[in-house]
């Protein structure tokens, strides 16, 4: 009987769902065809053109043995953990500061620490590339004229994943500094007022009130941060083409390589859907340690 009810009640208002057929036409055509005919070509061996021969789980077991694919989810996550604790402690404090009524020229600061996300990632690949040179760049330059020996940030295999979380960090700083910005104007000023009064400090007003008060911020941002570092593409493509030796080949760039170089259409696609349960599973871990005995 409810199941009539509810079916005669959208006859009734059929009219307001006909402004939703836009929004599902195309979230059909862009998004949910995509996703399942992508989930189809990972369970074919298909190069693009020509007859998709159906193997089942094939690309899956072989993703699971591809020592590339292993080499380039080490450089991933090694890239992940050591820019998004950089790049959160950097824009707590920078919030912080910039949340001081004191400053001055504050709008200008704000919008100054924001330009690099808003900032071509393309055209951020190529300045540093030039930047880091090992033969020309600035950054050698100086190094070189305090009497040290020049760095081969781009080409070497130790230092090609520090030069990609440089450019992260310096790119995504801003980002998260106006969102912790706004976590900061949400914190009741009674809170440092009534720590004063009792005598404390600026830094037991910073560990006691600020940080567990932005816990919900911080561990947003983590989770951006997350999502943002296993997806990153354009950084090591454009500086270090996943080199030397596949020491800066992301996840992502290889499935580009699989996917358009090699033309493994569906093991690309597994490989996106690893991807995804990598990231789905990091992501919910976070959120139920993050969340602690609250629960999410």
Known sequence: MEIKNTWQKIKDNRHFYYFLVPFLLFFSLFMLFPILFSFYMSLHDWGG??????????NYLDILTDSTFHTALYNTTFMWLTST??????ALILAVMLNKKEVKFLKYFRVGYFMPFVTSTV???VIFTILLDGTFGLVNFFIESIGFEKIRFLTSTAWSKISIVIVLTWRWVGYNTIIMLAGLQNIPEDLY?????????TLQKFFY???PMMRPIILFTFI?????SFQ?????????????MQ?????????YNAGFQQFRMGYASALSYVLFAIIFVASYFQIKIGSGEEGI
């Open 49 to 58: 053109l020509g007859k998709a021969v159906f193997i089942g789980f094939g």
């Open 85 to 90: 604790p950089l790049i959160l402690g950097f």
């Open 123 to 125: 055209v951020v690949g």
């Open 193 to 201: 007022e009534a720590a004063e009064i009792d005598g404390g400090s």
């Open 209 to 211: 009130i600020t940080v």
């Open 224 to 228: 951006l941060s997350t999502i943002g």
């Open 232 to 244: 990153i593409f354009t950084e090591p493509y454009i500086m270090t083409g996943g080199g030397p």
């Open 247 to 255: 020491s800066s080949l992301s996840v992502v760039q290889y499935l």
